[in-house]
């Protein structure tokens, strides 16, 4: 009786290897090329080509996550796109969105228009983070090593902390400074851009409307 044969290659010819090779290659090049394109598109130079992007850049580099005493700065991508490539091109296949009303929406490159709509940018980043349990700030961030300058930090973050996120207890840290979601009050905030833009009173719901066209003002 013959050897019974349990695998049988004689299919496999040399076109299919070929095939095979080319795949995997290519599959190579391509996730290199994600690589790539995640990281250039996560750059401050990348993030700031947008004007609009460049009047948020303005108080980041002010904060301590661009001057730390350390010398490790957080770039826009290490605090705003998801570690791995694949969750890193999901986050700027989704920012997609941004880029379509930044070319449809308000004129978010002037800074009155910026200014009233910045609530909203920021509780959207903050559902961002608390979405993903602020995975982003435990990249450079270890919880349970947190010892601050007082002398209960360490505690607090040990104990006091679990179960919550970053944003939970820390906003306003980078950023233009918006209040918590739940104590903002919209007609404070648009008072506060007429004033501060010197417009009269009542201008920002018109703007927000479209009624009328804000102001020229350097920014």
Same mark, same amino acid.
Request: charged fraction near 25%; aromatic fraction near 8%; hydrophobic fraction near 35%.
């Given at each position: 009786m013959?050897?019974?044969? *349990?695998?049988?290659f ?8 070929a ?10 090049v *391509? ?5 790539? *394109?995640?990281h250039? &598109? ?5 993030? &700031? &080509? ?6 948020a850049?303005?108080?980041?580099? #002010?904060?301590?996550? @661009?001057?730390?005493?350390?010398g490790v $700065?957080a770039?826009?991508? /290490?605090?705003?796109?998801?570690? %791995? ?9 989704? !920012?997609t969105?941004?880029?379509l009303?930044?070319?449809? %929406?308000?004129k @978010?490159?002037d800074?009155?228009?910026?200014l009233?709509?910045?609530p ?9 983070f $608390? /979405? $993903?349990?602020?995975? &982003?700030c =435990? =990249?450079?961030?270890?919880q349970?090593?947190?010892? %601050? =300058?007082r ?11 679990? +179960?919550k996120?970053?944003? /939970?207890?820390?906003i306003?840290l980078?950023? =233009?400074?918006?209040?918590g979601?739940?104590? *903002?009050k919209?007609?404070a905030?648009? #008072?506060?851009?007429? #004033?501060?833009?010197g417009?009269?009173? !009542?201008?920002?719901d018109?703007i927000?409307e %479209?009624?009328? #066209?804000?102001?020229?003002?350097? +920014?």
């Amino acid at each position: 009786m013959s050897e019974r044969k *349990f695998f049988d290659f004689s299919f496999i010819s040399r076109r299919i290897v070929a095939a095979l090779m080319l795949a995997g290659v290519s599959g190579m090049v *391509f996730v290199l090329m994600l690589v790539e *394109f995640d990281h250039l &598109t996560s750059t401050e130079e990348f993030c &700031t &080509t947008c004007h609009s992007m460049e009047l948020a850049a303005e108080p980041y580099r #002010q904060s301590s996550h @661009y001057n730390p005493a350390s010398g490790v $700065r957080a770039s826009c991508g /290490d605090c705003h796109v998801s570690e %791995g490539v694949l969750s890193a091109t999901w986050d700027h296949a989704m !920012g997609t969105k941004d880029l379509l009303s930044q070319l449809l %929406g308000p004129k @978010y490159d002037d800074p009155v228009v910026n200014l009233l709509h910045l609530p909203e940018a920021a509780f959207s980043a903050r559902k961002w983070f $608390r /979405d $993903r349990n602020s995975a &982003t700030c =435990r =990249r450079c961030h270890l919880q349970e090593a947190i010892s %601050g =300058r007082r002398a209960n930090t360490l505690d607090v973050h040990r104990e006091d902390a679990k +179960g919550k996120s970053c944003v /939970d207890c820390h906003i306003n840290l980078v950023h =233009r400074k918006v209040p918590g979601e739940k104590t *903002f009050k919209p007609g404070a905030w648009k #008072q506060m851009v007429e #004033q501060e833009f010197g417009l009269e009173s !009542g201008m920002a719901d018109k703007i927000l409307e %479209g009624k009328v #066209q804000p102001p020229a003002v350097g +920014g």
